[in-house]
């Protein structure tokens, strides 16, 4: 069996993708284009998503939005979740290029139940016990229990519309050129004229530029990349907080403490404190 497990289409383009994490420390991340409902099967985790914060047991589930950035965590060892992520083509709602439909209401806690959360979780393994399956008739199957998943959620957790980064050859290769000036130069003071600069564009087609391509701001964007080298410093390196923040493009560790709360709901110190050596990966400084 390899993981991720993927679902096709007949052209060969990926639809969905499923894999049991076995979850450590944090990892912050985001998909361009891709949903994810993430479903803990045993353990304790904290999952961050945007600038919430959940403290999920065994059976808890949540879907995070294309484009958002999030985060988990293991609050113990032996911590495995269920991760399914599909494609925005695999959600029948007509929408403007460059947004998508907000899935984020779906969140099932012991705090938030939901009376389609066992529906949910069937789905999700259906999905996922059809493509270990593999015989001639698991991807039509797989494919119908994602169908069923999609409309669930958009009859039951439907919100507005959000942005959601454009697809296409052509936009993706320009979104390239920038994002990875932006992953080479990430420690340095960057401005949207320097940005400018390097492409040709001038700042205003620019940053709707980025908008449309990315599904976020300049800075946004910016800053979800300095936080995950953030993450990284902190976890794997002896660095004082103050070094963690100048290395990776925060002018002062105040306002470095102040984003990273936002996003992660503690301090840089707090998350440092709270790393078992039991529950640390490998470094991994992967896109997403």
């Known amino acids: 069996m390899t993981f991720p497990l993927q679902m096709t289409a007949p052209d060969g383009t990926v639809l969905a993708q499923a894999y049991i994490h076995q979850m450590l420390n944090y990892r912050y991340h985001w998909h361009r284009q891709e949903y994810e409902l993430f479903l803990l099967l045993q353990g304790k985790a904290v999952f961050n998503r945007g600038e919430e914060v959940w403290a999920l047991d065994p059976g808890d589930l949540l879907l995070t939005n294309p484009g958002c950035a999030h985060a988990s965590c293991a609050r113990q060892p032996g911590t495995r979740a269920l991760i399914l992520r599909f494609s925005t083509s695999a959600v029948p709602f007509a929408a403007k290029p460059g947004q998508c439909l907000s899935l984020a209401p779906c969140v099932v806690t012991a705090d938030h139940p939901h009376p389609q959360a066992g529906a949910l979780r069937r789905c999700a393994a259906g ?139 503690q301090s840089p110190a707090a998350y440092r404190a709270h790393l078992a050596p039991e529950l640390l990966a490998q470094p991994n400084l992967g896109r997403s």
């Open 127 to 265: 999905i996922v016990t059809e493509l270990i399956q593999n015989d001639r008739f698991s991807s039509l199957s797989a494919q119908s229990w994602l169908q069923l998943l999609t409309a669930l959620l958009c009859r039951h957790f439907a919100g507005p519309m959000v942005p959601c980064a454009l697809e296409g050859e052509g936009a993706d290769a320009g979104a390239r050129q920038i994002t990875e000036y932006l992953r080479l130069h990430y420690a340095e003071k960057i401005t949207l004229n320097d940005l400018a600069a390097f492409t040709g564009y001038n700042r205003t087609y620019l940053s709707t530029f980025l908008k449309l391509h990315t599904g976020t701001s300049f800075h946004e964007y910016l800053t979800r990349i300095r936080f995950q080298h953030a993450v990284h410093d902190l976890t794997y390196t002896s660095k004082t907080l103050t070094e963690v923040a100048l290395d990776n493009g925060f002018p002062e560790l105040k306002l470095f403490n102040s984003r990273f709360r936002a996003a992660f709901g």
